[in-house]
């Protein structure tokens, strides 16, 4: 049973830095492909980066580009989301999500298996 646990949110300021990490069980890590999607309070699911299974190619949405950096070591069956120059409009509920195929996908409904979220809060 394919298990998603993240971790590394909190409470940052404007500007600040945060990480977040994602470790995989319970399936072939290597040979899916992962995204970060996060919920704003009282908003839908907004994805937010992906990453192929090879961790060649990744996307990002348009809020996020230049600022957050996604990555994945297999060997390690974890995904890395680095959150640099952090706004308050970036506060959501963070979740990784995993697609049984290699190639990157951005709708909610291309992900079979989703995490329990950690909170990130961007505020002085």
């Known amino acids: 049973q394919a298990q998603l646990v993240e971790s590394g949110g909190g409470l940052v300021q404007p500007g600040g830095s945060l990480r977040l990490s994602c470790t995989a069980s319970g399936f072939t890590f290597s040979s899916y492909a992962m995204s970060w999607v996060r919920q704003a309070p009282g908003k839908g699911l907004e994805w937010v980066s992906a990453i192929n299974s090879g961790g060649d190619s990744t996307s990002y949405a348009d809020s996020v580009k230049g600022r957050f950096t996604i990555s994945r070591d297999n060997a390690k069956n974890t995904l890395i989301l680095q959150m640099n120059s952090l706004k308050p409009e970036d506060t959501a509920v963070y979740y990784c999500?995993?697609?049984?195929?290699?190639?990157?996908?951005?709708?909610?409904?291309?992900?079979?298996?989703w995490g329990q979220g950690t909170q990130v809060t961007v505020s002085s």
């Open positions: 999500a995993a697609r049984s195929r290699s190639d990157i996908a951005t709708l909610s409904s291309d992900f079979g298996s």
